[in-house]
């Protein structure tokens, strides 16, 4: 249960200035550089980071590349690292509304929701992971009777992690858990306005007893210090969530440099799929809302395209208007807000400009549209409906990040699949409909690395994340994302 009391009792505290921690040592940039942290609550400064350079990059790669060599970290016991592991997500949850309330103040999540997403999901992560460490085995493989076939599975090394700024911890709990349990050395590179909570979380691993230089921690611009880390020579892989565009620019990295392997987490434009014969489309109105306009659109899997079947088009569109109007926008750390602050200004000026394109193209707004609370001096958008969206629309192909959800209408299932399918992304979506020979076809023939049937978004961490098409590679989440942090070595051994 939140407390009112405690949460403005901690929003009332001083932020300390952050720095780098680079081999177990909280350092300054080189060059003394920092930057302003500001509230998306208040558009205030709630304090300073390090203003990371390409140097203090290369010397976190360094830490952490000598803490791989030694072996301080890969070379102990599992049930060694078992313990420490465990023993962080303890400190994750002892310390869950302090880490809350901080990320909180400096993304802009509604408290309610980042409670349960941010700590409370990366010390379950943590702690999965830590619980499979001594339970991955090597192989033997089936071969020719005068030979023995080893597979080892061998920790791949020194993993560079790009964090964006919507689910700061929970990500990076999807990156630190299987990476660190698998035995690697570690670099975190949290986003620029949202790195608070990350780096805190980072200093509790080290509190549970993880060795200095296993992981390490460098805030800063992406174009410097992320790029600094995907140009590394001495970088053997590197995982991401993020943009597309950003995406991208990794792999060119990787190219130019050492050709790392890349993992991507990006965008996707997921379509949810309403039917008229829906179990219960009262409640898949509310669900629809939720699924798009929580943490205001932050969220890599939001289900920002509505298709929805032409004879019941007027009346769901009426019905996710009403639990859209019915949702609190305002202060993230009320407890009973349900959508908080869009991230920055940067972001909500983006939002704001996708719907005037999505005019401009023969959009209609239902509901918002709008900036608002514009008093508070913070960053708040009003939930957003825009019908009559073109499969072909930029609100359609682009993606948001937003509070917006553009509506399509479709006739047929092929209509429906057809339109679903009409973009680069394959992140994930969801299907409504009362039909099991019908739900089943749709999450065969939608191209997505998940779908929701009767509901939306909330999948746990027994089950992988990952996209297809221009949303990316590999997996996050399940025993499925250990496979980005090994190697696979084969001995060939003569009997
Ligand atoms: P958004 O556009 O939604 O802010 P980004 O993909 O730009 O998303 O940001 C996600 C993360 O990528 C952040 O940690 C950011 O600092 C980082 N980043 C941005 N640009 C670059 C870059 N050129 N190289 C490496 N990392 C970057």
Sequence with gaps: MLEQGKIDALRAQPVPAFSHLIDGRHVAASNGATMDIISPIDGKVLTTAARGTAADMEAA????????????????PPSARKKVLMKWADLIEANALELAVLGVRDNGTEIGMAIKAEPAS?????????????????????????????IHKEPVG??????????PMMIGAWKLGPALAMGNSVILKP?????????????LALEAGLPPGVLNAVTGEGAVVGEA???????????????????????????????????????????????ADAPNLAEAAKVTAAGIFRNAGQVCVAG?????????????????TR??????????????????????????TQNLKFVETAQAEGGQIVTGGTRILQDSGGCYMAPTIVTDVTPEATLAQKEV?????????????????????????????????????????????????????????????????????QSGNGVDKSLHAIEKYINLKTAWIRL
Excluded: C
């Design 401 to 469: 990040f937003g509070p917006v959800l553009g509506v399509t209408s479709f006739r047929t299932d092929d209509d429906a699949v057809r339109i679903a399918n009409a973009t680069v992304y394959g992140l994930a979506g969801g299907v409504w409909t009362s039909n099991l020979g019908r739900a089943h076809r749709m999450v065969r023939d939608v191209r997505t690395g998940v779908m929701h049937v009767n509901t939306y978004g909330g999948a746990d961490g027994t089950v992988p994340l990952g996209g297809v098409g």
């Design 191 to 203: 986003a620029e306005t949202a790195s608070l909570s990350l780096m805190r979380m980072a200093d």
């Design 229 to 275: 880390m995907g140009l590394s020579m001495d970088l053997d892989v590197l995982v991401f969530t993020g943009s597309g565009g950003t995406g991208r620019r990794l792999m060119e990295y990787s190219a130019r440099s050492n050709m790392k392997r890349v993992y991507l987490e990006l965008g996707g434009k997921s379509p949810n799929i309403v039917f």
């Design 158 to 167: 020194v993993v560079g992690a790009i964090i964006p700024w919507n689910f």
């Design 61 to 76: 790669i360094a830490a952490a590349r000598a803490a791989f060599e030694d072996r301080r970290w890969a070379g102990q």
């Design 304 to 320: 920002s395209r509505l298709l929805v079947e032409a004879s019941i088009h007027d009346e769901f569109v009426a019905a996710v």
């Design 323 to 348: 639990a859209a109007e019915a949702m609190r926008v305002g202060d993230p750390l009320k407890t009973d807000t349900q959508i908080g602050a869009v991230n920055s200004e940067a972001q909500l």
């Design 122 to 150: 990366a010390a379950a992560t943590i702690r999965y992971y830590a619980e499979a460490l001594d339970k991955i085995y090597g192989e033997i493989a089936p071969t020719q009777s005068d030979v023995l076939g080893l």
